[in-house]
């Protein structure tokens, strides 16, 4: 069975950096994308980004691309959402998810197969 688990959250200032983390086991095949999503009270849940397990490739929202990096490690089944320039708009519950790559059009809509349970991000002004 999927098990994803988020940890790194925690409270930081405007401007301040952070590396988010999702442990991921269950997975026997290589054909999936796995993707980063949040929600703060008020707003409808948010797809932030995405990177397929196999490749690495990544896609962003326009808002966060020249600030937030997806990246990966296979050998530790570990993926990664490092942030920068935070705001504090970014204060959220960040949550890692991940669907097949059929479901990858869902994912960029935010939804998604398998969810980790989220980490909670505020940035304080």
């Known amino acids: 069975q999927v098990q994803l688990v988020e940890s790194g959250g925690g409270l930081v200032q405007a401007g301040d950096s952070l590396t988010l983390s999702c442990a991921v086991s269950?997975?026997?095949?290589?054909?999936?994308?796995m993707g980063w999503f949040r929600q703060a009270p008020g707003r409808e849940r948010e797809y932030v980004g995405d990177?397929?397990?196999?490749?690495?490739?990544?896609n962003y929202i326009d808002s966060v691309k020249d600030r937030f990096t997806i990246s990966r490690d296979e050998n530790k089944n570990m993926v990664y959402l490092q942030m920068s320039r935070l705001e504090p708009y970014d204060t959220a519950v960040y949550s890692c998810?991940?669907?097949?790559?059929?479901?990858?059009?869902?994912?960029?809509?935010?939804?998604?197969?398998?969810w980790g349970q989220g980490t909670l991000v505020t940035v304080s002004s």
């Open positions: 269950g997975r026997t095949f290589g054909g999936y994308v």
């Open positions: 998810g991940t669907s097949l790559l059929s479901g990858l059009v869902a994912m960029r809509g935010g939804r998604c197969d398998y």
């Open positions: 990177i397929t397990w196999t490749g690495g490739f990544t």
